[in-house]
């Protein structure tokens, strides 16, 4: 941490903030929910336990909707990074059940299915082969899948491995598989992030997907900074005034009250570095730099360093004089 850095933290008083606002834990239970900060909302009571069996944050990711009745089904539903989570009603004397939705399929992932075979050459031991569905699952994606539940959970799977975007990847009935090479040894298979991109396509209201403050403020947790800086005049004069603003907001695009600022201006003649108010309730600061004798021409740097509780973050912006 640089030293400009740790006196701004002295000068502000960073320490109240760090009272104020200490760290909830990443996934709080709430009413038989669970709270994840990471991306604002609740998983249902109703999916947690099946959630917690089935794989939990390596299956699903974390929550993206709170749970809501589909319109056209009248179920309760939730989705997360990478599923859809379903609570088929009781019927028949048939208790209600908790079951994934069919997401490879509805995104369009079959392919034509395939005879036993037509498997790749010396890859029938690497391989399992799904009449069911017509189709293998082979090498590092074979054993993710059997390893966290197979076609129990996946679905049975409806496609080949396949290049998509770039990458190799694989469709299930209920998920998809990605290949990530960039990934440490023995986390190089994911499951993909579906979730969204069915959401969307379905036509739910955008609205859903906004973060949703937990009742108690004490349970939410800023895991990530993201600052956006601006200037008044992208060009003035010599000497004058010039107001900055730095826009501070979470992972979820919250406003961060109580963030420390410091800005860093780089004249011609030297360097000039002040602290600039906490943000606000909407997470912004602003101040007038005040300045004289700039040549026209000249370009002013600016770099905003930011610090809540143990995060950080930084920003860069300019203005030029020209007369």
């Not at 990478?82 to 609570?87: D, K």
């Not at 299915?113 to 699952?137: D, K, T, W």
Request: hydrophobic content about 45%; aromatic content about 10%.
């Amino acid at each position: 941490m640089t030293r400009r850095v740790t006196e701004m933290r002295h000068i502000v008083g960073v320490a109240l903030i760090l009272i104020s606002l200490a760290a909830a834990p990443p996934a709080v239970s709430v009413a038989g929910g669970r709270y994840y900060a990471e991306t604002g909302h609740t998983l249902a009571s109703e999916f947690v336990a099946y959630f917690d069996e089935h794989g939990g944050l390596e299956i699903y990711g974390y929550p993206i909707t709170e749970g809501f009745v589909e319109p056209g089904s009248g179920w309760l539903i939730q989705y997360t990074e990478n599923a859809r989570l379903e609570l088929a009603p009781a019927s028949s004397g048939i208790a209600a059940s908790v079951r994934l939705g069919a997401l490879g399929e509805a995104v369009g992932g079959w392919q034509p299915p395939l005879e036993a075979n037509a498997l790749p050459s010396g890859a029938s031991r690497a391989c399992r082969f799904y009449p069911e569905s017509g189709h293998s699952v082979c090498y590092a994606f074979a054993d993710f899948f059997l390893a966290h539940g197979g076609p129990s959970l996946f679905g049975f799977p409806i496609s080949e491995f396949t290049l998509e975007n770039g990458r190799i990847v694989q469709y299930f009935q209920n998920l998809r598989l990605d290949w990530c090479p960039e990934g440490a040894s023995g986390n190089r298979v994911r499951v993909a992030a579906l979730g969204r991109v069915h959401f969307v396509a379905m036509g739910f209201d955008p609205a859903l997907l906004r973060a949703v403050p937990p009742a108690d403020p004490a349970l939410y947790q800023v895991t990530e900074l993201r600052v956006s800086s601006s200037v008044w005049e992208s060009i003035s004069a010599s000497e004058g005034a010039q107001q900055v603003f730095i826009l501070v907001r979470d992972q979820n695009l919250m406003p961060v009250r109580g963030a420390a600022v410091v800005l860093t201006a780089r004249f011609p003649a030297g360097h000039r570095t002040v602290v600039m108010p906490v943000t606000d309730v909407q997470g912004l600061s602003r101040m007038t730099l005040s300045y004289t004798g700039v040549p026209p021409g000249s370009s002013v740097p600016l770099e905003f360093s930011v610090v809540f509780a143990d995060l950080e973050a930084s920003a860069r912006d300019s203005f030029r004089v020209w007369w």
